[in-house]
């Protein structure tokens, strides 16, 4: 419950402005595909959900970092572009209690490639796919880090010009441990002039 209770916490804290400068008095301005080109940060919070081998899976608090950038390939016939883009991500997730009496978290950095299509009257939707690579070590009771595939789907909602509220999964399996990553965000798109 207590971790719940965090969780719900920190996402307030992600959201709170976003939903402050979305609901504000200022005139929304007219958004297009371009909105979603050029380098961009973030941040996001959620659970994950993890196992090992020989352990059950549990849940727990996730939170990280991400950094990069947005591309746009016009799509002959078609109103919206493929966006394509790539990041660098650190996630830390927190630590379960497994089975057995063991208790690991883990922590994952590496870089995910995404491909997504803005929908919308403002393109201002964009749901999208990664596939990518990470390093995964356990933390706790466990020791050892893998490299492996990562994959996952998700979208984001342009709040304002530059900033997009962030809803994804991203699964990785290594040879011997597994991570589901389920969380909300915020990045801010810097813009090009």
């Not at 608090?61 to 660098?88: Q, R």
């Amino acid at each position: 419950m207590k971790a719940i209770a965090t969780l719900v916490a920190g996402g307030m804290l992600i959201l709170a402005p976003a939903a402050a400068l979305a609901a504000g008095n200022a005139p929304r301005l007219e958004t297009r595909h371009g909105q979603w080109v050029g380098p961009y940060v973030g941040a996001q919070i959620g659970i994950n959900q993890s196992s090992a081998a020989g352990l059950d899976t549990q849940s727990s608090l996730t939170g990280g970092v991400l950094g990069g950038y947005n591309a746009a390939l016009p799509l002959k016939g078609a109103v919206s572009p493929l966006i394509l883009g790539g990041d660098v991500f650190a996630n830390f997730n927190g630590k379960g209690d497994h089975n057995y009496g063991v208790r690991y978290g883990s922590s994952q950095v590496g870089v995910d490639l995404m491909g997504g299509i803005p929908l919308g009257h403002r393109h201002d939707f964009l749901p999208y796919v990664k596939l990518g690579m990470g390093n995964l070590s356990a933390t706790g009771d466990l020791g050892g880090s893998e490299v492996s595939a990562r994959i996952g789907v998700g979208a984001q909602f342009k709040v304002s010009p530059v900033l997009a509220l962030q809803a994804q999964w991203m699964h990785q399996d290594g040879d011997h441990i597994s991570n589901d990553n389920f969380t909300i965000g915020l990045n801010y798109q810097f813009t090009l002039e």
